[in-house]
């Protein structure tokens, strides 16, 4: 926002070079030839004109001006999109920016770590869902409705939970993965909710809201990679509702400064990982399973 209250001329701009369907047509023909021939990516001027449904070639022209340098490049061997181009054709191409009807609840072969009851996943409001029966929600990932209408919820749940490990992983290192602003992260700690401590995090430039148990916000740390690797198992395998059953311990040990200590057990041995106020890692000790004592 400016100073007088109105929209940044800079953000009007950027949505005001595709706002036309014939801009639209140039950078989803040129992201047509870039699938279609990746050793030639480049159309002259008259075949890029030729599948663009424009006749005069003076408004092609225009309308090309506007997209030039930004999300297409001018080469030797003609236009292509832009690296830039190529994010503004793939979000248009997965329809992340089409309005879609929500999708009702579909069932998965998995129960609620809290309550034991059945797991749902639904399509919500541009949302991937999983709850349980009993409103505890386990898992949210923003999807394109693409996406969300040409599988199984189950299908499309395999597909993004890559993703979401990856953007997870960026958030937790401060940096939000819709804006790219600053993310602050706290944690809150009440006895009485079903997940008692949980890291929130938010953006300081666009407001979203990030949040994560402990124990998956440190499942992608080296150390808790390479111990479940060691005992055989593939942290990529475990989903988030899942990862309790490979918790035995989760203690608040200190409130000032805060420090949380999670205990992962896996056949061979244990895995106990001291995390602080931030979800950063500051301790991590790997005991055998048959010298572990019972947890306090």
């Keep these: 926002m400016t100073e007088n209250g109105g929209l940044d001329d800079r953000y009007v701009a950027a949505f005001d070079v595709v706002r036309s369907p014939a801009r639209v047509d140039i950078l989803l023909a040129l992201a047509e030839q870039a699938s279609a021939n990746p050793d030639a990516p480049a159309l002259s001027f008259s075949a890029l004109h030729d599948r663009v449904d424009i006749d005069d070639s003076g408004q092609f022209n225009y309308h090309l001006d506007k997209l030039r340098d930004h999300l297409v490049h001018s080469t030797d061997d003609g236009y292509r999109l832009s690296p830039r181009g190529h994010e503004v054709a793939g979000a248009i191409l997965s329809g992340a920016f089409t309005a879609g009807e929500d999708r009702p609840p579909e069932p998965l072969d998995q129960s609620c770590p809290y309550c034991d009851a059945e797991v749902e996943a639904a399509y919500e409001q541009g949302q991937i869902v999983v709850e349980c029966a009993n409103d505890h929600t386990l898992f949210t990932s923003s999807i394109p409705h693409d996406l969300a209408t040409e599988a199984s919820l189950a299908d499309v749940l395999a597909a993004v939970r890559a993703r979401a490990r990856f953007n997870l ?29 949980l890291y929130e995090g938010r953006c300081t430039r666009c407001g979203v809201g990030y949040s994560a148990p402990p124990n998956y916000a440190v499942l992608f740390h080296p150390a808790v990679i390479a111990f479940f690797w060691d005992q055989g198992v593939d942290v990529r395998e475990i989903v988030a509702w899942e990862i309790g059953d490979w918790t035995v311990e989760q203690t608040v040990v200190s409130e000032d400064p805060f420090r949380l200590r999670l205990v992962f057990a896996a056949d061979d041995g244990r895995l106990t990982v001291t995390v602080d106020d931030t979800a950063s890692v500051v301790e991590t000790v790997e005991t055998p399973q048959e010298d572990s004592e019972p947890s306090a």
Excluded: F, K, M, N
């Design 169 to 197: 992983q960026i958030v937790l290192e401060g940096t939000c993965t819709y804006c790219y602003g600053a993310v602050d992260w706290s944690v809150t700690h009440r006895e009485e909710q079903p997940e008692p401590v």
